[in-house]
């Protein structure tokens, strides 16, 4: 289980100081400690910007051309698991890959680039997909062996 994450004084800011929450969520937002006054932008040679600012923006909503990106954790859980879940006619899917798999083993991945949405007719393309391997199915098996 990950309980620490390590992270330089050199890409932080934080060399001698001990960073409160907020300013470690200030540099998780693209910001590095300056003076806990003033943050600079991660990623480009912009004007610093005070701890209220840098708080509550991140650093591409102040400057849209920094090569900065939000963090992503990424994790695998001890034990996989499967939830089922019943819907008609649309799910609801949520920032980054969502997968979704019928009892037929047939699998949409879909990924979404926003917050949580709605995902409109993935239950008629399954349905789609599962009647048209039934068909290829069927007339496998009509088939005679030469």
């Known amino acids: 289980m990950l309980t620490t994450i390590e ?3 050199t890409d932080t800011g934080f060399s001698g100081v001990t960073p409160t929450s907020d300013d470690i969520k ?3 937002n693209g910001w590095k400690y300056i003076d806990g006054t003033d ?3 991660i990623g480009y040679t912009g004007d610093s910007v005070d701890a209220a600012t840098s708080l509550a923006n991140l ?3 102040i400057y849209s051309g920094a090569d900065w990106r939000p963090w992503n954790y990424v994790y695998q859980l001890e ?3 499967t939830e ?3 819907a008609e006619g649309t799910l609801e899917s949520y920032h980054g890959t969502n997968n979704i798999a019928s009892d037929e083993a047939l699998a949409a991945q879909i990924t979404t680039s926003s917050n949580p949405e709605v995902v409109s007719d993935v239950i008629s ?3 789609s997909l599962k009647s048209r391997i039934a068909s290829i199915k069927s007339r496998i098996e009509a088939l005679e062996v030469v």
């Open 7 to 9: 992270l330089s004084d």
């Open 26 to 28: 200030r540099y998780f």
């Open 39 to 41: 943050w600079s932008p």
């Open 59 to 61: 650093v591409t909503d």
């Open 79 to 81: 034990e996989a698991g």
């Open 84 to 86: 089922i879940i019943y």
């Open 125 to 127: 393309i399954i349905d």
